[in-house]
Nanobody
Framework: QVHLVESGGGLVQIGGSLRLSCAAS????????LSWNRQAPGKQRELVAL???????KYADSVKGRFTISRDNAKNTVYLQMNSLKLDDTAVYYC???????????????WGQGTQVTVSS
């Protein structure tokens, strides 16, 4: 079974910073794509940033220049450094891993439990 554990959310003022972490463990093997997604109240879940095994990185337009995604392959961990936070960044942030389950030899998409990020004025 694949497990994702997220940490780093919290309450921060406008302009502040937070760093989210998501560690994959269990039967996860090769990871193809790691991403961060978010869902604000009343809105659909949206992609924030992703990094592929080949090093491709993409960001949502709304976070370009403020957020940085990175991965530590040895630890199966993905990070999201969030700077210059705005009120609109308030949401539950979910990490997603697309990779291979060593038990089933199948490729799957796995989600973390979510971590709340609240930006206040």
């Amino acid at each position: 079974q694949v497990h994702l554990v997220e940490s780093g959310g919290g309450l921060v003022q406008i302009g502040g910073s937070l760093r989210l972490s998501c560690a994959a463990s269990g039967s996860i093997g090769v990871i193809d794509v790691l991403s961060w997604n978010r869902q604000a109240p009343g809105k659909q879940r949206e992609l924030v940033a992703l990094v592929s095994s080949g090093g491709v990185i993409k960001y949502a337009d709304s976070v370009k220049g403020r957020f940085t995604i990175s991965r530590d392959n040895a630890k199966n961990t993905v990070y999201l450094q969030m700077n210059s936070l705005k009120l609109d960044d308030t949401a539950v942030y979910y990490c997603n891993v697309i990779g291979w389950d060593t038990r089933t030899s199948m490729r799957g998409s796995y989600w973390g439990q979510g971590t709340q990020v609240t930006v206040s004025s």
